[in-house]
């Protein structure tokens, strides 16, 4: 049973560019959780979201940020014209179907590089 | 959810048992206690979560005092390998929300 997968691993942009981070969620889960971390700092919740449905979004940044869930495929964050400050490590977490009892698995992170 | 203070850093030597504490003395009734763990450049692992009752798994046990304003992670024989950033989490199962992760404290075992 293959755990969350994220891609890419790492990824560089240059200012202004667009990032696209994919998250896997693990088979049989419906709810995604994206988190960021910063450098030297601890994971800052972004967004949760069901199958084609935010749930929560209440810790993504107000402009150039944005994820979805399709009925099919992975979780998409994208970052529109992205920033030095965007550099991060960005995790997607996954949960179960049936009964969210807060354990979320995580996936390795991908890890953008803003130049 | 409930906020939680967990010391910055600790040392434990190999083989030792190493015990986290959190504060969380604003707990209500209905929310757990969580406790996840960070490797250096890893996504977060579950290790363990408990309402009231002292909790034991493969990784850790729980212990949570009876008026649950703090608890206790016990890694009976530490190792090497966990050394990592652990994470004390308080919320409300089932509510469908996210975890909110905190600083940590930041465990070194030692050889």
């Known amino acids: 049973n293959a755990g969350v997968m994220q891609n890419p691993r790492h990824l560089v942009r240059r200012r202004g560019q667009e990032a696209r981070l994919r998250c896997s969620p693990m088979k049989g889960h419906s709810h995604v959780y994206w988190y960021r971390q910063l450098p030297e700092e601890g994971l800052k919740f972004m967004v949760y979201?069901?199958?084609?449905?935010?749930?929560?979004e209440s810790g993504m940044p107000k402009e150039r940020f944005s994820a979805e869930f399709p009925k099919e495929g992975p979780s998409i964050l994208r970052i529109q014209q992205v920033v030095r400050g965007d550099s991060a490590a960005y995790f997607c977490?996954?949960?179960?179907?049936?009964?969210?009892?807060?354990?979320?698995?995580f996936g390795e992170g991908s890890r953008l590089t803003v130049l | 959810d409930a906020k939680t203070t967990q010391p910055t850093s600790m040392d434990c030597a190999e083989g030792r048992a190493a015990n986290l504490p959190c504060n969380h003395s604003t707990i209500s009734g209905n929310e757990y206690v969580y406790w996840y763990r960070q490797i250096h450049s890893q996504g977060p692992q579950y290790i363990i979560h408990g309402l009231k009752n002292n909790e034991t798994n493969e990784m850790a046990s729980l212990i949570i005092t009876e008026d649950r304003k703090s608890s206790t992670l016990i890694l009976p024989h530490a190792t090497l390998r966990d050394t990592a950033v652990y994470y004390c989490i308080v919320r409300v199962a089932d509510s469908g929300y996210a975890l909110n992760f905190g600083k940590g404290t930041s465990l070194l075992v030692t050889p």
């Open positions: 977490a996954s949960s179960p179907y049936t009964v969210n009892t807060g354990e979320l698995f």
């Open positions: 979201l069901q199958k084609e449905n935010i749930i929560d």
